[in-house]
């Protein structure tokens, strides 16, 4: 069971990227997916979520209006749009999703029942 993020690099403020998070070993149809930030210094922060169904979606009031999530379990990814990005937002990002069981419409961001975690993608925004 593994995650990989991936679709991070530099952009210039006020610009967009769209993180990938990708399973391998294990169908992401049946799980959610949330989306971390970690700057050095720094404690990691929950920043959105997506339940298996799509239905629900979580996001922390420093990304909520800029960015969205969605997901094409036909081809086992989840995507994480940032629009508006802001130097605050640079930060390596990670997705992690945990095991069940739990419902189609849940997802959170509570980083110790996550149990599946990828390897980070850098997020640099800066001009």
């Known amino acids: 069971v593994q995650l990989q993020a991936s679709g991070g690099g530099l952009v210039q403020p006020g610009g967009s990227l769209r993180l990938s998070c990708t399973a391998s070993g294990f169908g992401l149809e049946y799980y959610y997916i949330a989306w971390f930030r970690q700057t050095p210094g720094k404690e990691r922060e929950g920043i959105s979520c997506i339940s298996s169904s799509g239905d629900s979606r979580y996001f922390a009031d420093s990304v909520k209006g800029r960015f969205t999530m969605s997901r094409d379990n036909a081809k086992n990814t989840v995507y994480l749009q940032m629009n508006s990005l802001e130097p605050d937002d640079t930060a390596v990002y990670y997705c992690?999703?945990?095991?069940?069981?739990?419902?189609?419409?849940?997802?959170?961001?509570?980083?110790?029942?996550?149990?599946?975690w990828g390897k980070g993608t850098q997020v640099t925004v800066s001009s």
């Open positions: 992690a999703t945990a095991d069940g069981p739990y419902g189609s419409t849940w997802c959170n961001v509570n980083s110790n029942v996550l149990n599946y």
